[in-house]
């Protein structure tokens, strides 16, 4: 009998047992039923907008343009694209005054959770999930996430900027109306922290970009899924997730800031086509995905923005939990090979 192979991640200190022997194909993850948020009244449908805090941020209709506006304290925006509104029950929230950034860190162990948290409504259409949104509509949620990402950047206390998606309620979900969440924070949370120190170190040795190099060997291999002008997608090499995949732009940019028009529709549709391929092959399975992004202005060379998209379809027990070592069971190889036809059928 052979042995699994142990991979250990392009650039974390992240070890995953590719477990080949058990063989799982991607469609044994397939459920017939998934479970559902129960269903309420949701405050994110239109009509109900006195439900959430005033919008930061609301794209309106205008003639063949949008409008961006932003609620006020008793005057809510009807007939919006977008809304994006702080969450009610926050992980951090915003300083009351101005509060210098050295009293945020109180101790070498104790911070202040100073930031923001918002949720960001996708459509005025309850079930418009990427995976099957309108191409017009997944260009204004791009357009939004990178409106937040420039204004809350531009707060002396922010350092990162999370913007993620959680799908389904085995994946956190717990309202089914489409949406993403923005974190702002006062640090530069462990993983991307990890990545950016590794492609610094890289990029000094090798005075080029690993990112760069890692999407030009992914293409030409086994893991490669779809590539278009301005995007490849691939399974990375060292997934833990069963069909985990990745989208990271061919040019080399740091961050999303400099996105045009052009690369952002070029994004709607190829994280619709990714997505909707996962969704027929696994039956809408959850998931979860989450930009890894600089903002730091002087690094921009060293690092290079990406999409990770997670599906939900282990469960991550004892082992995985008390040692930070993972068992995927559906190599990255099938991964790719099944979004492939998924996504061309
Ligand atoms: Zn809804
Ligand atoms: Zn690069
Ligand atoms: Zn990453």
């Known amino acids: 009998m052979g042995f699994n192979e142990v991979r ?7 070890w995953v047992v590719i477990a080949t022997e058990r063989g799982r194909r991607p469609t044994d993850f397939s459920k017939k039923e998934r479970e559902q948020a129960k269903p309420s009244v949701c405050p994110m449908c239109p009509g109900n907008e006195h439900m959430t805090p005033p919008a930061t941020l609301v794209y309106l209709k205008r003639g063949k343009g ?7 304290d008793n005057v809510r925006h009807k007939n919006w694209l977008i809304r994006c509104v702080p969450n009610l029950y926050p992980a951090f929230a915003p300083p009351k005054e101005k509060t210098a950034p050295k009293k945020i860190v109180k101790r070498r162990d104790l911070a202040l959770a100073v930031g923001h948290h918002e949720v960001l409504i996708e459509s005025p259409n309850h079930d418009e999930h990427p995976a099957d949104a309108r191409i017009a509509q997944l260009i204004h949620v791009i357009n939004a996430y990178v409106d937040r990402l420039r204004q809350l950047v531009a707060e002396p206390y922010v350092q990162y900027v999370s913007i993620f998606r959680n799908h389904g309620l085995e994946a956190g979900a717990s309202l089914s109306h489409a949406h993403s969440q923005i974190i702002a924070m006062p640090f530069i949370p462990k993983i991307v922290k990890e990545e950016f120190k ?20 992914e293409m030409d291999g086994p893991r490669h899924v779809l590539e278009n002008s301005q995007f490849a997608v691939f399974a ?19 961050t999303l800031l400099n996105l045009s028009q052009s690369e952002v529709k070029t994004f709607a549709e190829t994280l619709k086509t990714c997505l909707n391929g996962l969704k027929q092959l696994v039956n809408d399975p959850p998931y979860n ?12 060379d060293y690092y290079h923005w990406h999409l990770e998209v997670y ?11 008390s040692t930070g070592v993972y068992i995927n069971t559906v190599t990255p190889e099938v991964a790719a090979e099944s979004l492939r036809k998924s996504i061309s059928s």
């Open 8 to 14: 250990k991640d392009y650039l974390l200190d992240r």
């Open 66 to 72: 949008v409008k961006k506006t932003k609620d006020h």
């Open 198 to 217: 590794a492609s610094t170190k890289l990029w000094k040795q090798n005075g080029k970009c690993v990112f760069c190099d890692i999407l030009e060997r």
């Open 236 to 254: 990375p090499y060292a997934s833990v997730n069963p069909m985990e995949f990745w989208i990271i732009p061919k040019k080399h940019e740091a």
């Open 289 to 300: 995905y989450g930009f890894h992004l600089t903002l730091n202005k002087d690094a921009g």
């Open 311 to 321: 599906p939900r379809l282990a469960i991550w027990a004892g082992f995985e939990k």
